[in-house]
């Protein structure tokens, strides 16, 4: 959110503006990073987020914290593509 600091400060003052960046979002004025509970299906959520890494092998209550891949337009492409065509398109180098 760092790198958008004007829509951050708009978004914080403005109900129906919403920012959505790769750390984080501000949603109805309020910011928030993105995490997943404990028990969320990782790969449920592959296609829109990505888990950061953080030190493996150590159950935890608490959220995981997430990136935003949707904005990544491969990765929209690809989420999109599991949805509207079933595994369909395709590039040059095969299946996207």
Known sequence: ??????ASKLAHENTNLSV???DGAIIR???APWVAHPA???AA???AFE???EEKGEETE???PCLLTIGDFKVL?????EFTARGLLVNADGPI
């Open 1 to 6: 959110m760092a790198a958008y600091p004007l």
């Open 40 to 42: 969320t299906d990782l």
């Open 62 to 64: 608490k959220p995981y």
């Open 29 to 31: 004025c309020q910011a």
């Open 45 to 47: 959520i592959k296609g």
């Open 77 to 81: 492409g690809q989420f999109l593509d």
């Open 20 to 22: 959505l960046a790769r």
């Open 51 to 53: 888990v950061v890494e």
